[in-house]
């Protein structure tokens, strides 16, 4: 390497990290941007002295280092440009000049390029017209660096850029989820995030109306108070942009779950009793990138008006409002401030009127700094309680009206404890939302119930909401069923008490305030009997009737259970879980209504049922009798009717089968693979089933485990795993075949293998928990198991069980996200020593572990 390269090299990283130790003592970003700039500006400057190039040739900074800033490891962008084309000479000495700053250490990003040839580069791509539009001069020749800004600022078309960028925008912002809130978010590229100022900008430079917040206020494009915000917020973004350099020692952008302990502990936040340190540092994350996607959609609008201006005639809506151009307009300029109902009024007219594109520029300033004004005196005005429940009951646009209440900070205004969970993460391994978006997600989920346009999704939860009284208490339930998370203590606790002070206050009757209350303080229920309890056993389904009482809170709360796990995740919902909630709903609403749920009851139903389907399989009368004969009446109850019937099918002339039986389906819920196994007992069946699903990467969402009269397993298992939708024939096929051979053989057990946790499980471990406890009638135990997810886990645990000889009789797999939370129906000899117990528990935990 050249002496000077080592030396330029040498000095670069001195300078890099003194640079690095000052911001990390005093903090100041915009000190550390410009230092780092300012140490490649002087390290360029002397490769391009030494490099021999002419004097008519000019080194231009381009791009991010063009404006002035560089961060701890962005690429250096440089444009070299030329007066004419190169000969062989001079591209030698290009070579050699790009070589040297690679030497260096340099990460650069390098043009060559004649002024002609920037412009037509710069018209053919908006990304180099951009780029120019920040070009700054390093060193060479000033007269051919202002030649070509004065050409590339006569070539931009201002209305052409404009329409350009702001379509850039729109597609970046689909790109990450058209959503400021992602749970790892890109503090340069999302929504609300560094890359959407620096839109602004541009375009306004492009413009000619200013190139920063100051000149911009100076232009009446926005106050002085909102150009000081957008300065907070670009700071506050650049600062955590160079710490995620800083820590992660490269080019980094996204806060991912990884990090986002680190930085946050950076910037001194400490995890509490309630939250973790990272759950601070988002929250104001979010916060902030709420504040930039508000103000930079009322800039953008702004400079559109001047770019596009219209003669618009305002259309009078009432006193306090008008149409101008299909938006909503302030009839005059102090209208919240006269009028502070109209903060809530705007939003009654945009749900009441859907001809009506948005709010205007000045109609969402205004509201913007009018929001303080919603204090104690504005919450207790009955006019604005009665304008806050209109928009609860409208007929359409709530879901609309409820979002832009958010990111105006209107509705946490109105509701205290709904800003409390604005931008709070879940760091429960199956949200993927914030609290308040998933909390709107809900709000979404119910309101789609009652769309004729969305009734093929959910066709039964819109046939019962067809039929339902007033739901708009549903969404009022929605709203507050988890508004007291993050405070300590059980949110559903917590949060009726703000349900019954708010329907108390807006003076729901009696009855109304009850189902709210009833609602927010069970919403977690229904979900958790039907996916962890035995819902064969009819004194389960007896409590829970007598939970919910009648059949308008059994309705209510089944329409809300389903818009909450479908809040969750679009990997938590899958039609098993909405069968089991189906199920439960159907069997409760048989109690509630008088029909006897008793165990004999409940066998005769299945056993017509399933005879009635046989028959329809044309097999002769009395087929099923010596199959049945030897099956109990668990097994019936555990079965659905059409279970039963084919099973019957597959099994009633193989009862005595001296090899193993074993048929596969399409589930009849429409996802997944059903599997029956008809074989002699063998003690590790179960494990060995699970062997081979694991090998196959199968997920196992059901299992239910039955052992005949005369000693032979009838277990039924339901698979499923991505490819499972376009060659489901070929892999019940496989199935039979595969699993045949395998319970043919005999071969001893492979020994389990820990599989890998996911990046979020290793961030968010799961403590695992064994919970092993006799039911209600000290028949069987239930054991109940959480983990985080991983391949394996399941064949891990029916290992431990066969070691103990412990009778399997039926397993709920739920996955939940990342984490698992398994519940298995279980017996045996071991189980009645205290001693045993604890043993197995210890395994079973050490299973759980990676």
Sequence with gaps: MPPLALTLREQLKAGRQATIAAFQQHGRPEKLLVSLRQIVDNALAQAWQQSGLPPSAALVAVGGYGRGELFPHSDVDVLILLEAAPGPELKGKLEELVQLLWDIGLEIGHSIRTVDECLAESAADITVQTSLLEARLICGSRKLFQFLQERHTAAINPRAFFQAKTLEMRQRHVK????????????????????????????????????????????????????????????????????????????????????????????????????????????????????????????????????????????????????????????????????????????????????????????????????????????????????????????????????????????????PNFRRIVGQMQHDLFHVYTVDQHILMVVRNVRRFTMTEHAHEYPFCSQLMANFAQPWLLYIAALFHDIAKGRGGDHSELGKVDARRFCVEHKLSREDTELVV??????????????????????????????????????????????????????????????????????????????????????????????????????????????????????????????????????????????????????????????????????????????????????????????????????????????????????????????????????????????????????????????LRPDERGQYYLLSVSANDRNGLLYSIANVLTKYKINLHTAKIMTLGERVEDVFLVDGPVLNNARSQIQLETELLEALRV
């Design 518 to 771: 009833f609602l927010v303080e069970q919403h977690l229920a229904m979900s958790q009997v039907a996916q962890k309890q035995d819902l064969s056993d009819p004194d389960v389904i007896r409590n829970f009737a007598a939970l919910v009482k009648d059949e308008r809170r059994l309705t209510a709360l089944y329409l809300l259970t389903v818009a909450d796990i479908r809040g969750t995740s679009p990997k938590v919902w899958n039609a098993w879980k909405g069968k089991l909630l189906e199920d439960l709903y159907r069997m409760t609403l048989r109690v509630l209504g008088g029909e006897d749920h008793s165990a004999d009851h409940e066998l005769r139903n299945r056993q017509e049922e399933a005879l009635k389907t046989l028959r329809l399989y044309g097999l002769p009368e009395n087929a099923h009798d010596a199959l049945w004969k030897q099956l109990d009446v668990a097994y019936f109850l555990r079965h659905d009717a059409g279970d039963i019937a084919w099973q019957t099918r597959s099994f009633y002339n193989r009862i005595d089968s001296a090899t193993p039986v074993v048929r596969a389906r399409l589930a009849p819920i429409g996802e997944g693979v059903q599997v029956a196994v008809y074989v002699k007992d063998q003690p590790d069946l179960f494990a060995r089933i699970c062997s081979y699903f694991d090998r196959k990467n199968f997920s196992i969402l059901d299992a239910k485990i039955h052992t005949t009269r005369h000693g032979y397993a009838l277990d039924s298992f339901l698979v499923t795993e991505p490819a499972f939708a376009n060659s489901y024939r070929d892999i019940i096929s496989l199935i039979e075949h595969e699993l045949t051979r395998l319970l043919s053989e005999h071969a001893p057990l492979p020994p389990p293998v820990k599989g890998r946790l996911s990046r979020l499980s290793r961030t968010f471990p799961v403590t695992p928990t064994v919970d």
């Design 176 to 415: 990450y989820e058209d959503t400021p809130y992602s749970l790892e978010p890109n503090c340069k590229e999302s929504p609300g995030g560094l890359r959407d100022l620096q839109v602004i900008l541009w375009v306004a430079k492009a413009a000619g109306l200013g190139d920063s917040w100051r000149k911009l206020a100076e232009r009446g494009l926005i106050t002085p108070t909102e150009a000081r915000q957008l300065s907070q917020k670009e700071r506050a973004f650049k600062d955590i942009r160079i710490r995620l350099h800083i820590h992660a020692g490269r080019r980094e952008d996204r806060l991912v779950f990884d990090v986002q302990t680190a930085i946050a502990e950076s910037f001194g936040f400490k995890t509490t009793e309630t939250r973790r340190a990272s759950e601070y540092l988002m929250q104001r994350y979010y916060w902030a990138a709420k504040a930039v996607t508000q103000l930079n959609t009322i800039l953008l609008q702004n400079i559109e008006t001047q770019l596009f201006p219209r003669a618009a005639t305002p259309e009078p809506v009432n006193e306090r409002f008008n149409e101008i151009d299909g938006r909503l307009d302030i009839a005059s300029d102090d209208t919240f401030e006269s009028t502070p109902s109209a903060m809530l009024e705007v939003f009654l007219l945009l749900a009441q009127r859907p001809d009506l594109k948005g709010m205007t520029a000045r109609t969402l300033r205004a509201l913007w700094h009018a929001r303080l004004k919603i204090d104690a005196k504005f919450r207790s005005d009955p006019v604005n309680r009665d304008l806050f429940l209109q928009i609860i009951k409208a007929p359409r646009g709530i879901t609309h009206a409820l979002r832009g209440m958010n990111q105006t900070s209107v509705l946490g205004r109105y509701l």
